[in-house]
């Protein structure tokens, strides 16, 4: 096996398996909420739909530390600075994204969401917002671990925090419905945090240091910025669609909104390997010498991803109800997803190779290429989402998305072979 094999795949594993343990909570969620009722199923999804885009720009921020930690794993005491810094990005960002998760029920009203869903959300949105502030405060302790080749520490963040979460679901969701959800996601985030933290210090050259920001650099927050900002510019676009497309899909009924949420919550699930595999790239990519190691570390990232997509879809494309059926009773919910499990996996397939090939190009320091992708592909998707699925129902909207993914991996790809051209040369990502 070679070395770019070795070395994404050990940073990797240990990323897919705490990131698979956070999912399993997701699913637990989701069939908990589900099988209680369906409309509370289709709350959770609108609610999800503005935090998932919040949470994931505020992950995306973070990872854009990556390629000015990564030069310095051999020195973990080098980096400490580039992570005070970088928590004043997620602060800001942190609060910024709490107040948008607390504007849930108004946009749900504004969008023609039915009254049986909207009268489910109750405390929700202000949980919801407590868990993002908690998220920001944590200031990437993961993304520094993974960065400095310590990947294995993200392990035991996701393992505790995922216990923390399905056992205050299993116990509060029956008697509290969403509410309980909120809970159990508040409760779990602040383990993962400390967690996090706790391990970062025991690294060593960081063991007795302060995480916490001190006074702000300007000028190395704003070459964080650089990165990070267009990274979650790019995040905050894609999300905030598929969160507008769950909107869309709720227009259908509720039957529709809780079928649209079982397929996002089955296509994240196929994502995960390409989310581990991106994250244990961008370092590599970041540290390459040349073109074509900036670029076999790439294929190697790609084809990982599409096969962990692939093989992940098969499993509810060959069980039929059995899978499928673990996310709700409601017979029409439950044909609904199986007849689009085929076209949830092409748009699965396709989103796990850009993931990958957006990392690519935060490794090159590149996220402006990345930013102008999801633009491009999903202000096109915003554009057709709403007549498509007037037209074609959710048969229609998940096209949409496939095809959509699909042109977003096209875009990224020649972006990267253009810049991974000048890795080691003048004007390379190490100046950008």
Known sequence: ??????????????????????????????????HRATAAL???????????????ALAAGLRGMTPFVAPHHENPAEALPILRDARWLTLA????GAGAVLCVPPIAR????????????????????????????????????????????????????????VVLLVVLVPRLGVHGTGIALVVSTAVAVTVSNACLLRVPGL??????????????????????????????????????????????GATGA?????????????????????QASAPEIARAASPAAARLVNRVALL????????????????????VGLFTSDAEVLALVIALVPLMAVYATANSCGIAMSAG????????????????????????????????????????????????????????LRHSARVGGPGGPARA
């Open 1 to 34: 096996m070679s070395s770019p094999h070795r070395a994404i795949l050990s940073a990797a594993v240990p990323l897919f398996l705490s990131m698979s343990a956070g999912i399993i909570a997701q699913l637990v969620s989701t069939a908990l909420l589900g």
């Open 42 to 56: 289709a709350a959770f999804a609108l609610a999800g739909a503005v935090l998932n885009p919040v949470t994931a």
């Open 93 to 96: 960002l942190g609060t910024a």
């Open 110 to 165: 504004a969008s023609g969401v039915p009254d049986e869903v909207t009268a489910e959300f109750g405390t929700l949105p202000p949980l919801l917002a407590l868990n993002v502030l908690l998220l920001s405060a944590g200031g990437g302790a993961n993304a520094v671990l993974v960065a400095l080749g310590r990947s294995r520490q993200v392990l035991w963040s996701g393992l505790s925090s995922t216990a923390v979460e």
């Open 207 to 252: 063991a007795g240091q302060r995480l916490w920001p001190g006074r702000p650099r300007a000028r190395e927050i704003l070459g964080m910025a650089r990165v990070g900002v267009p990274m979650s510019a790019a995040v905050l676009i894609k999300f905030t669609v598929l969160g507008g497309l769950t909107y869309v899909a709720a227009r259908t």
């Open 258 to 278: 809780a079928a649209h949420a079982i397929l996002r919550s089955l296509a994240e699930l196929l994502a995960l390997t390409a989310f581990a595999v991106g």
């Open 304 to 323: 990982l991803a599409a096969a962990g997509a692939v093989v992940g879809a098969l499993v509810p494309a060959l069980s039929g109800t059995l899978v």
């Open 361 to 416: 190009l935060t490794g090159l320091r590149r996220p402006a290429w990345g930013l102008g992708s999801a633009v491009a592909g999903y202000g096109l998707l915003a554009l057709v989402a709403a007549p498509v699925t007037a037209a074609w129902g959710l048969t229609g909207l998940w096209a949409a998305l496939a095809v959509t993914g699909l042109l977003i991996l096209v875009l990224q790809g020649g972006g990267f």
